[in-house]
């Protein structure tokens, strides 16, 4: 099993990339995030990689993080939704933004990407719903989200959670906060309104 691959940067377009590793060339799929993140050919790179064995080739799908690799790993566990299928929910959406449309159950918005039709995009939803957090997913999938933006959603969701709302409930209550108060930054804030809401 290719793990990840570390060396030269050969040549890369939107859809692959080469690497060369010990005067081997190894040919690598990736998702356009990926593509965004590579050096110019010519730099020193490390692809993490997903290696799939099949009877009739052996292709290697590359990832410029591990967050990416697992959602890869994630969508091509759905029945009905292959490696490319894959790369383009990938390449269309953060991954914090495709945890976001599992958790809220948005298949229309996952319908979106090019090669996923509705069916598929609810397929997805219901057969990932279990294995994505719905808090981390708010907290990763809030648009413009910094790190610190990130940790305070998840404190104060996990906060409201350990007040006795249920997970669920905690994500819609930060929510309505976040919309109607832009201003609140911090946990405090955001738990406070939400009480108040």
Known sequence: MIVYLHGILAEKTPAKAVVECGGVGYEALIPLSTYERLPATGGETKLLTYHEVREDAQLLYGFASEPERDLFALLVSVSGVGPKIALSVISGFSVGEVHLCIANGDAKRLATVKGVGK??????????????NPIEALANGTADAGKGDKQVLRDAMLALSALGFADDAAKKMVQSVLSAHP???????????????
């Not at 069916?119 to 994505?132: H, Q, S």
């Not at 201003?183 to 809401?197: N, R, Y």
């Open 119 to 132: 069916k598929t995009a609810e397929r997805i939803v219901v057969e990932l719903r279990d294995k994505v």
């Open 183 to 197: 201003e609140a930054t911090d946990t405090e804030s955001i738990v406070k309104l939400a009480l108040k809401g």
